[in-house]
């Protein structure tokens, strides 16, 4: 993320040549949805003049004002990488507003930065390191995607048995040219399985960083002719059962005792492995 202010903004659209630009946003169920907008509007985004009709988004219908508006966050500025080198596309990250200039309810970065403040009034900073794993399977002579491959790789493999290689090294550099850390990467367990680790940070941040690598993985994958099925948080097996691995980073030791002894009393989630660093 960067502490882009509007004038730098616009010098990067001017110097970089960019064309369009994409207002970005992630519904309730954690799809990224967006809008795009020529250069010539841009003034009009920054301003948070860009509204669009919510009508017909999933879990929103019901809504009585169907019109809101796109708020975007300067520091979420990049430039597509995979997109053409002139009349480039870049891309901003928005919070959904209502007409009378208050939050959404059902935006998810609303939701998340509230649970933030409210952690933050506890005495906790949180802070979110996924483990971000994915297959790439084959598309279908109609480009449907399969759960087909013909790959036998396992933990750590190597080609020729891993065949992923040259798709992770282009979707990590794809990564760090949109201002990833990128820890590492590593075929997984199963055949077709992959892991890609970004560096940990801000929850906000982390979150962003998650809806942009979904977004990165599914573009490569996609050139690559194969599709992918991307796991948000990374799912194992523990005795026959399907488990959410959880990474929280926490200061203390107060506050580690108190989230772990919380996890224990927990005893209806036991499909999710709590670690704590």
């Known amino acids: 993320m960067h502490n882009y202010t509007r004038d730098d903004i616009f010098h990067i ?21 967006n809008m795009a907008v020529t250069v010539g509007q841009l003034e009009k985004a920054l301003d948070n003049r860009c509204m ?121 550099l794809t990564l760090e040219d949109m201002g990833f850390e990128i820890i590492s990467s590593h075929h997984e367990i199963a055949p077709a399985q992959h892991e890609i680790d970004f560096h940990y940070d801000e929850a906000m941040i982390t979150a962003d960083n998650l809806m942009t690598f979904k977004m990165v993985v599914k573009t490569i994958a996609n050139d690559t002719v194969c599709t992918r099925h991307l796991c ?20 203390t030791m107060e506050q580690m005792h108190f989230i772990t002894q919380r996890m224990r009393m927990d005893s209806a989630r036991k499909d999710i492995i709590l670690l704590v660093a």
């Open 52 to 172: 669009f009709d919510v009508s017909s988004l999933e879990g929103v219908a019901d809504e009585e004002e169907s019109d809101m508006y796109l708020y975007p966050d300067l520091s979420t500025f990049e430039i597509f990488p995979w997109r053409p080198q002139q009349g480039k596309v870049a891309r901003l990250i928005c919070d959904v507003y209502k007409k009378d200039g208050t939050p959404y309810e059902g935006d998810p970065r609303y939701v998340l930065r509230k649970a933030v403040a409210e952690a933050k009034e506890m005495g906790y900073t949180m802070n979110v390191g996924p483990e971000c794993e994915f297959f790439l399977f084959h598309t279908d002579d109609d480009g449907r995607p399969t759960t087909v491959t013909h790959e036998q790789g396992g933990y750590f493999d190597v080609g020729p048995l891993d065949l992923g290689e040259n798709a992770r090294r282009d979707m990590i």
């Open 13 to 33: 659209v001017e110097e970089e040549d960019v064309a369009f630009i994409r207002l970005q946003f992630t519904d309730i169920f954690g799809t990224m949805k």
């Open 232 to 251: 948000q948080s990374r799912r194992v097996r523990l005795m026959g059962q399907e488990c959410t691995l959880i990474c929280l980073y926490i200061k």
